[in-house]
């Protein structure tokens, strides 16, 4: 009877050290599991808000006198890590100083007037993170902005105040198969300020262009702008005054007396109509120099003068002045001292063509999220086209090396704490066997 009881409680002794045992055991292969699952929770854990800047930015030879020589601009879409919703006005901030500290805006002016928003991105901007935009500088937003007012959607959606300019209208994309080539030849035809828009890379996806679409609009004789160019434009196609005096029996002068009022805009050459009452203009001088003519080839913005029929259409910067040499000594004025019986409308179209050298339509196209401008404006290097780069920097997932010590540390210790257990299992082995 004792040597069975003897025997029960050796068994029962022994089954405990097995649960323990086997307890320990546990606990270590967790910590191994752990210690297993820790890399691939690194990213998400220590990710950081870096990001990487776009090195074309500061190459001179490529973006101050190569793509915004040619008539292209940079303006922002945003900064990584800044919720543009919450942070609207900081976001705009960084993202002006980010591109200022590499370059120009425009060849007009060097601080950036446009801002690329995205309602897929930003579902809840409103008219006072528009307000703080605006506070910052920027005065056109495009091209998907939520906001009530629109501009230039079509040849009768005119720009009458700054906050018109804050939902600068979508007409299409130049991605393929998205917006058929019909669609923008009827707003062409009807007049309209056409906004494009167009992204090289989504995510790791190379974006391919619309073949026909790009041609023709290559082909076209329209005035290629760009969103703080066309904001500045109508400004002072709005508010500067001209005058025109003789200057002798065959000669007038021209003043572009700029305007008083306060803006954002840029100092951009504006069109005005003269009437040259069956005359011809024999050449036209500033400040010495003779003033390019110009034709409806010209489709970049640049001071000149086209004579086309009884109409003179001269383009001047703020404060500059020229000299008309005429063929003859007949009187030429202003046009909008006489209309001839045209409506208001129709009159200061005639005094102030709504486009550059009164061209029949406009075209902007919108690079959108440029976080590489080599990358984004390659396919159109040889290109007459104009774009609106809407930079940011490029948004870079960095590690904590603090998690890094971390991961080893547990590492090392779950492997110690294996090894001891094991080690102690094999002595509490050992022992049971030699009794």
């Known amino acids: 009877m004792i040597v069975i009881n003897r025997y029960n409680f050796d068994t029962i ?4 050290n097995m649960a323990e045992s086997t307890l320990h055991s546990r606990v270590a292969a967790i910590l191994v599991l752990c210690v297993l699952l820790l890399p691939i929770t690194l990213p998400l854990v220590g990710a950081s808000s870096e990001w990487k800047e776009d090195g074309w930015l500061d190459a001179d030879w490529f973006t101050k006198d190569g793509r915004i020589a040619s008539g292209d601009e940079l303006g922002c879409q945003g900064m990584p890590a800044l919720n543009l919703e919450l942070m609207p006005k900081t976001s705009a901030m960084e ?7 590499r370059t120009n805006a425009s060849r007009w002016g060097a601080s950036p007037l ?12 409103n008219s006072n993170d528009h307000e703080a935009l605006f506070g910052e500088g920027f005065a056109v ?8 007012n629109t501009a230039w959607h079509d040849e009768n959606d005119i720009p009458l105040n700054n906050s018109d300019w804050w939902n600068l209208g979508s007409s299409g994309s130049l991605e393929q ?13 009807q007049g309209a300020m056409v906004n494009l828009h167009w992204q090289a890379q989504i995510a790791d996806l190379k974006v391919r262009t619309n073949g026909e679409l790009v041609d023709w609009l290559e082909s076209q004789n329209a005035w290629y702008t760009a969103w703080g160019e066309a ?6 196609r709005t508010n500067d005054e001209f005058e025109l005096l003789s200057d002798g029996m065959k000669q007038w002068k021209v003043m572009n007396l700029g305007s008083e009022s306060e803006s954002l805009a840029w100092n951009v050459p504006v069109t005005r109509g003269i009437n040259i009452n069956n005359n011809s203009v024999v050449n036209v001088f500033s400040e010495g120099v003779e003033l390019q003519e110009l034709g409806v080839e010209n489709k970049t913005l640049i001071p000149g003068w086209m004579q ?48 550059f050298n009164n061209h029949s339509w406009a075209l902007t196209i919108s690079g959108h999220h440029t976080i590489d401008l080599f990358k984004w404006s390659m396919k159109f290097d040889e290109s007459p086209l104009v774009f609106t780069w809407l930079v940011e920097p490029q948004e870079v997932e960095d590690f904590s090396w603090i998690l890094v010590v971390i991961a080893a540390g547990a590492g090392i210790g779950a492997v110690t704490y294996t090894r001891h257990l094991i080690l102690r299992d094999q002595k509490e082995q050992s022992s049971s066997e030699s009794e």
């Open 308 to 355: 086309d029929g009884n109409n003179l259409w001269i383009t001047l910067l703020s404060n500059q002045n020229a000299t008309v040499v005429m063929e003859n000594e007949s009187e030429i004025k202003l046009n909008d001292e006489d209309c001839n019986g045209l409506n208001d409308e129709d009159c200061i179209l005639k005094s102030k063509p709504r486009y």
């Open 177 to 189: 198969k998205i917006t058929p080539l019909e669609e923008i030849t009827e707003l062409a035809n």
């Open 141 to 148: 937003h495009g091209l998907d902005t939520n906001y009530k």
């Open 114 to 125: 446009s801002f690329g928003v995205d309602m897929s991105e930003n579902p809840n901007f």
């Open 231 to 236: 904001y500045s434009y109508d400004f002072h």
């Open 13 to 16: 002794f022994s089954r405990r």
């Open 95 to 101: 993202c002006k100083q980010y591109l200022m500290e």
